[in-house]
């Protein structure tokens, strides 16, 4: 299913690494929660009535080819949300069919982030409005050094694992 639009919310000005072919969005303010639901908010005002996906930016293994197949659910009658879980209890992608202003917050305004228990507190929030979620793989995101190793490893041919590599093999700065 290619994408209408690509969207990039972001705190601060894109460099030279942001592709062709994307729109930057100013990110709301607040936590984590705020900030996401904003960005639903933005999405649905720039093409109303279309899906909208959001994907964090610490799944660098992460290739588009990847979410054809579970992203063709979103043609599906009956199929109005789609989850990414997170190893870590967190989850990596929320896509609404339907996003709205009102549903992004009430789903996500007060859901603790960043903890081991995200991804059960937006399921359940996910249940309570009576959607119906389809999963999308379990990928490991990267907050530590660990899981960038992990997922350099699921993926070896990336600019990410290669960077890794470079920084792994510099000599270590004094400070």
């Known amino acids: ?14 460099g030279r690494w942001l592709p062709p072919g994307w729109e930057v969005v100013p990110q709301g303010g607040g936590g984590l929660d705020r900030r996401l639901a904003a960005a639903f908010a933005a999405a649905a005002r720039l093409a109303p009535r279309a899906p909208a996906l959001l994907v964090g930016m610490d799944t660098p293994q992460l290739e588009a080819a990847a979410l054809a197949e579970p992203l063709s659910a979103a043609r599906r009658p009956g199929v109005d949300a789609w989850y990414g879980p997170a190893a870590d209890g967190g989850f990596w992608a929320l896509g609404l069919a339907r996003p709205s202003a009102e549903l992004a917050a009430r789903l996500l305004h007060g859901v603790p982030m960043s903890t081991p228990g995200t991804g059960a507190a937006l399921l359940r929030r996910l249940a309570q409005a009576r959607l119906t979620v389809h999963h999308l793989p379990r990928l490991t995101d990267v907050d530590t050094m660990e899981d960038a190793h992990q997922v350099a490893a699921e993926a070896p041919g990336s600019r990410f694992a290669a960077r890794l590599r470079a920084l792994d093999s510099a000599p270590e700065v004094a400070s």
């Open 1 to 14: 299913m290619p994408a209408g639009r690509r969207l990039l919310v972001l705190d601060g000005v894109p």
